[in-house]
Structures are given as structure tokens and as C-alpha cells.
């Protein structure tokens, strides 16, 4: 019964380097959501998507940052030209396509950035 | 604007004894109330859930009570063993439309042996 799976666990990058986040869904989950938790915050809303859709992208940085979710494959997060301040982990989400009470977390990406 | 508070960022309990945490939300057009258990380096783990019709939820060990007119949610645990040792978020959902959850900045519970 394998659960949301994102790799890599850890990532570390020099600034202005890019970053790829993978997230893999919950078997028969069609709905991945991207959080971000910077160090003693809570986790921040940034973007859904459904296959090939992005659905809700208002808590994206309007700069540098993008989602895609394609028809076949992992979803994406890709951060361009990475800066200090993107350190942080970051949760990969997913739900089924019926309901949407429920999401349920993948083990994260730790991103540092030097 | 934080519309999903956690005012206490840590609570100490005795084995055994109850555990009780707390959220305020100042929006009221949340539909839905989640509670999350996280470890360290790991994810959010569901734990229970309430819809906004509802004023309580029960499952096994852990109770959510939801009192709209507070705008108030909280979660017992009881009885509180140390395996419970983690951070608990509180999460809601608009009824926008959108299924983004808006999580509270969590409270580490530790459960003392």
C-alpha cells in the first residue's frame, strides 16, 4: 500500500542552480497539492493540480517557480535559479478524484540551498 | 493574516492523562477541519477530521470538537501515551471552492512518561 512518495528526500543546491522536486500520488489519486513549510511556520498552500491541469497556482511565487503534473509521470516542482530563502521542506500532497475532504502527505523534500 | 491560529506552540502532559489542543480560525467560510500529527522529518500524518455541520468527531483515542460560533476547534487525545510525541497542525478548508488547507503553525506535544 505505498503512499504519496517524493524524491529526493534531501536536495542541496548552490544559488542560482535549478531544483526538481518529484511527487508520485497515492495509487488511484488523480489531485496533488504542493506545501511549503519554511522552519517554525506552519505549511503554506502553494499550488494544485490535477493531471495536466494546473488548477490553483495562488501561492506560487509569481517568479521562478512552476508545476506540471503530466499525463504519464511524477508531478513537478521546479525552482529556477534557486536563492537562500527557498530552504526549505517541502510536501507533496495527494486525493482521490471523487472526494476531496482528505489529503494525504508525502514525506517531503529538503531543500538547502547555499 | 493568519486565519488558522495555534497560540500554544508546545503543551507538556503526563501518560495517561488527557492531552488538549486548540485552533481558532477567524474566516467563517471554512467547510472542513482536519487535525495532523508530524514527526520529525516526516509528513503530516491525518489523524481526524470534522465537517462544519458537525460539532464533533470521534475516533478511538482522539476527539475533535468543532464550536463555530468561537470559531474555535480542538483536539483531545486520552488516553495520551508517548507515542504521541509530535507536532499536531490544525488545517481548514474554504468553501471557495479551492481545496487548499490553511494550516495553523502547530503545537509540540510531548507526552511525558
Known amino acids: 500500500n505505498a503512499g504519496v512518495m517524493q524524491n529526493p528526500r534531501h536536495l542541496v543546491r548552490r544559488r542560482g542552480q535549478e531544483a526538481r522536486l518529484r511527487c508520485s500520488p497515492m495509487?488511484?489519486?488523480?489531485?496533488v497539492y504542493w506545501y511549503r513549510q519554511l522552519p517554525e511556520e506552519g505549511l503554506k498552500f502553494m499550488v494544485y493540480?490535477?493531471?495536466?491541469?494546473?488548477?490553483?497556482e495562488s501561492g506560487m511565487p509569481k517568479e521562478r517557480f512552476s508545476a506540471e503534473f503530466p499525463k504519464e509521470g511524477p508531478s513537478i516542482l521546479r525552482i529556477q535559479q534557486v536563492v537562500r530563502g527557498d530552504s526549505a521542506a517541502y510536501f507533496c500532497?495527494?486525493?482521490?478524484?471523487?472526494?476531496?475532504?482528505?489529503?494525504?502527505f508525502g514525506p517531503g523534500t529538503r531543500l538547502l540551498v547555499l | 493574516d493568519q486565519q488558522v491560529k495555534q497560540n500554544s506552540p508546545s503543551l507538556s502532559v503526563q501518560e495517561g492523562r488527557i492531552s488538549i489542543l486548540n485552533c481558532d480560525y477567524t474566516?467563517?467560510?471554512?467547510?472542513?477541519f482536519l487535525w495532523y500529527k508530524k514527526y520529525p522529518a516526516e509528513g503530516p500524518t491525518f489523524l481526524i477530521s470534522?465537517?462544519?455541520?458537525?460539532d464533533k468527531n470521534e475516533d478511538g483515542r482522539f476527539t475533535v470538537f468543532l464550536n463555530k460560533s468561537a470559531k474555535h476547534l480542538s483536539l483531545h487525545i486520552v488516553p495520551s501515551q508517548p507515542g504521541d510525541s509530535a507536532v499536531y497542525f490544525c488545517?481548514?478548508?474554504?468553501?471557495?471552492?479551492?481545496?487548499?488547507?490553511?494550516f495553523g503553525t502547530g503545537t509540540r506535544l510531548k507526552v511525558l512518561a
Open positions: 500532497a495527494s486525493s482521490p478524484p471523487r472526494g476531496v475532504e482528505t489529503q494525504y
Open positions: 495509487k488511484g489519486h488523480s489531485h
Open positions: 493540480l490535477q493531471k495536466e491541469n494546473i488548477i490553483d
Open positions: 474566516n467563517s467560510m471554512f467547510d472542513y
Open positions: 470534522i465537517s462544519s455541520i458537525k
Open positions: 488545517a481548514a478548508r474554504p468553501t471557495s471552492g479551492t481545496y487548499k488547507y490553511i
